[in-house]
């Protein structure tokens, strides 16, 4: 692993961080019990536990133990669909031991939605169609507490209007885009279980709520640079129960601690995970575009010497770093949610991604190099990326940096594997993983080489750049039957029969001139 991963061509500083943030799984920020179940805090203090509860809205940032311990990431799915979530379908955030006791907190959008969309990624990391059957009535049942009365989507629009508990520790009122985004992504990722499960019914709605929420979001929240929030108060009647926390506002009909018309680094947060399960666009791609330029030009300071950090300082001096919320471009509210002036690398990572899945590499690869600049080894620990204690898990969100610009995509069910580099370098190599194995491969004049290191891969189709013309496959230098099609410049190489590539398999396919 540690091979595969060194001798990949990507910028040194991608794999830097990605394996830097990976020693946060054997910190004491994580933990396992004695039935071998995974769980973790969301951060260590120095003498204990920051946060229990593998809290959903922030561990839903991290994709390590997606693609490198799918086992975790089950063993999170069960605990945030398990006893976690109550009769009514709320995931509470945090789950508390011993599990099936008690539950703790109460349910937060962006942390239900992420879940939905990480309950996807697992399925189609794995193709493991039976435990996605298994798992369906509670995805199903999640998704739609969005539309109990008084709730976020109570009158079934695709837009979440009402009061949302998020990862800012606050509830956000009215329309926006953290969590709207989130929604529109948890409906892409049960529409497609839900088809995959037979209920025909349930992707009909649920595409008919994406299509509608995401029109209205790029019509109503987009103000021509960036996604904004529509401020709505609600009296407390309102509000269903268990929607508010006691950090929140206690003025329900004229909120504080909102983010209004700033330009907030996590807008794009549901396309974030969107890209990475491959569910496509959520809301308009040249929104997309100019909301991440803006957030390059609005967010992303080159000097925190001039900027007032009122709470945690996390960055300073000559540092350079992307805050979280910035209103160059809008007047403040008078008192805005709490951390907006702050930086956390989990928030930059996961928008420096973003940046690399649409078309800013250059720029992305800027983002992440900051981050570590500030965790050099002198500055701070290279191993301790800080928020809510030390080693945090949003930081995981930094092994996405790699999955994006690998261009490795890969989707077991249909066992389609995509391979498309996201940087134009010679000779270009890279690990890849998926839910049941991982190796490394190669992309070069001569074709396409995939190899398998541990773990076997299901494998019916695959995707790469070519020209076309001869075309040849051979699986450990034994020639397989095969159909190819060019378009576009993508190769794309459909075997007679689904293979079935075990450890040490080398796959090498050729399509050229």
Same mark, same amino acid.
């Given at each position: ?64 133990? @997606?693609?490198?311990?799918? &086992?975790? $990431?089950?063993?999170? #799915?069960?605990?945030?669909? !398990?006893?976690?979530?109550? /009769? =009514? ?107 995959? @499960?037979?209920?025909?019914? &349930?992707? $009909?709605?649920?595409? #008919?709520?994406?299509?509608? !929420?995401?029109?209205?979001? /790029? =019509? ?294």
């Amino acid at each position: 692993f540690a091979a595969t991963l060194r001798e990949s061509t990507l910028p040194g500083v991608v794999k830097e961080a990605a394996s830097a943030n990976l020693s946060t799984l054997r910190s004491t920020t994580c933990f396992r019990t004695g039935d071998g179940e995974f769980h973790g805090f969301e951060g260590s203090n120095d003498n204990r536990g920051c946060c229990h509860g593998n809290c959903t809205h922030v561990w839903n940032y991290e994709t390590s133990t @997606a693609f490198l311990f799918p &086992s975790l $990431a089950h063993s999170l #799915r069960k605990a945030a669909f !398990g006893y976690s979530m109550d /009769d =009514a379908g709320a995931m509470h955030f945090r789950q508390s031991l011993p599990d099936g006791k008690d539950r703790s907190g109460f349910a937060a959008a962006d942390g239900q939605m992420g879940q939905i969309m990480h309950a996807y990624l697992d399925w189609s990391l794995s193709g493991d169609e039976a435990a996605m059957r298994a798992l369906w009535p509670r995805v199903k049942k999640g998704l739609e507490f969005a539309w109990v009365p008084g709730g976020w989507d109570a009158n079934r629009d695709g837009v979440l209007e009402g009061v949302q508990h998020n990862t800012y520790d606050v509830e956000f009122y009215g329309p926006n885009p953290l969590c709207g985004i989130y929604y529109l992504g948890a409906l892409r990722a049960a529409e497609e279980m839900a088809r995959a @499960a037979g209920d025909a019914g &349930s992707a $009909a709605e649920y595409r #008919r709520l994406f299509e509608t !929420g995401s029109k209205w979001i /790029d =019509a109503n929240l987009f103000n021509g640079e960036y996604y904004i929030q529509k401020i709505r108060g609600f009296a407390k009647d309102q509000i269903a129960p268990s929607l508010r926390s006691s950090m929140g506002s206690d003025d329900t009909e004229n909120p504080q601690y909102q983010v209004g018309e700033g330009c907030l680094v996590d807008q794009l947060l549901g396309q974030y995970l969107a890209d990475i399960a491959g569910l496509g666009y959520l809301v308009d791609r040249d929104h997309i575009q100019k909301a991440l330029a803006s957030l390059y030009r609005y967010n992303y300071k080159r000097s925190m010497a001039d900027h007032d950090t009122v709470q945690r300082t996390f960055a300073l001096n000559d540092e350079s770093a992307m805050v979280i919320c910035d209103y160059g471009k809008a007047q403040r509210p008078k008192i805005p949610f709490p951390y907006f002036a702050e930086v956390m690398t989990g928030f930059e990572y996961s928008t420096a991604v973003l940046m690399l899945y649409h078309g800013m590499a250059k720029e992305g690869v800027e983002c992440i190099n900051n981050i570590r600049a500030r965790y050099d080894g002198e500055k701070r620990n290279p191993w301790d990326e800080a928020e809510c204690g030390h080693h945090y898990a949003r930081a995981m969100a930094a092994w996405s940096g790699v999955v994006a610009l690998s261009g490795f995509q890969y989707d077991g069910r249909s066992a389609a594997v995509e391979a498309m580099p996201r940087l134009n370098v010679p000779n270009f190599r890279c690990f890849w993983s998926t839910g049941t194995a991982w190796g490394g491969f190669s992309v070069a004049a001569s074709g396409l080489r995939v190899q398998v290191l541990k773990g076997k891969l299901s494998c019916r189709s695959v995707a790469f750049r070519a020209r076309g013309g001869r075309s040849t496959a051979t699986l450990s230098g034994k020639a397989i039957g095969h159909q190819a099609t060019v378009r576009n410049g993508v190769g794309r190489i459909e075997f007679n029969e689904t293979l079935m590539i075990g450890e040490g398999g080398d796959l090498r396919l050729d399509l050229r001139v």
